[in-house]
């Protein structure tokens, strides 16, 4: 273990991370999501929820600052009545985080799917609210 690093990040999590560039994208994923199947990079955190896993990468991870949104969520297939309050604590934290408001941007379904997959890492997580799949697009350290 290190000193002010999240007992939530996993050794091979944080490998990954210092891996990524300026512009790689980190998915994390619900319950539901398929990542095994879709990355290239996959990391299990079953037993954490994605505000949990998403606060603890926020300490360490900067969100692209060069784009107008850094944060896709997956949006809700139209016609279903899926309330989404978990969005709110993603801006929060992000916003929290990034010191400033964070724009977010809607991915169709499958569109997300297919960013997924060409997503540096997911991170699978046992998060069972719907909808809950989330997309950082990583940033510059400047320090």
């Known amino acids: 273990m290190l000193k002010g690093i999240s007992?939530?990040?996993?050794?091979?999590?944080?490998?990954?991370?210092?891996?990524?560039?300026?512009?790689?994208e980190l998915v994390i994923g619900d319950g539901n999501f398929p990542g095994a199947s879709h990355a290239r990079n996959l990391v299990r955190l079953d037993g954490h929820?994605?505000?949990e896993v998403l606060e603890a990468i926020l300490r360490l991870y900067p969100l692209d600052p060069y784009v107008e949104a850094p944060v896709a969520l997956m949006q809700v297939v139209p016609g279903d009545t899926v309330e989404t309050p978990i969005w709110d604590v993603y801006h929060e934290l992000c916003d929290k985080a990034e010191g400033k408001e964070v724009k977010f941007e809607h991915v169709e379904r499958f569109a997300f799917y297919e960013r997924a997959k060409k997503a540096y890492c997911?991170?699978?997580?046992?998060?069972?609210?719907?909808?809950a799949n989330i997309i950082l697009k990583k940033g510059v350290v400047v320090e």
Not at 11 to 16: C, F, G, H, N, S
Not at 122 to 131: C, H, I, P
């Open 7 to 24: 007992k939530v990040i996993s050794p091979e999590l944080i490998k990954i991370l210092m891996e990524m560039g300026h512009g790689d």
């Open 49 to 51: 929820g994605v505000p």
């Open 122 to 131: 997911v991170v699978m997580t046992g998060e069972s609210a719907l909808y």
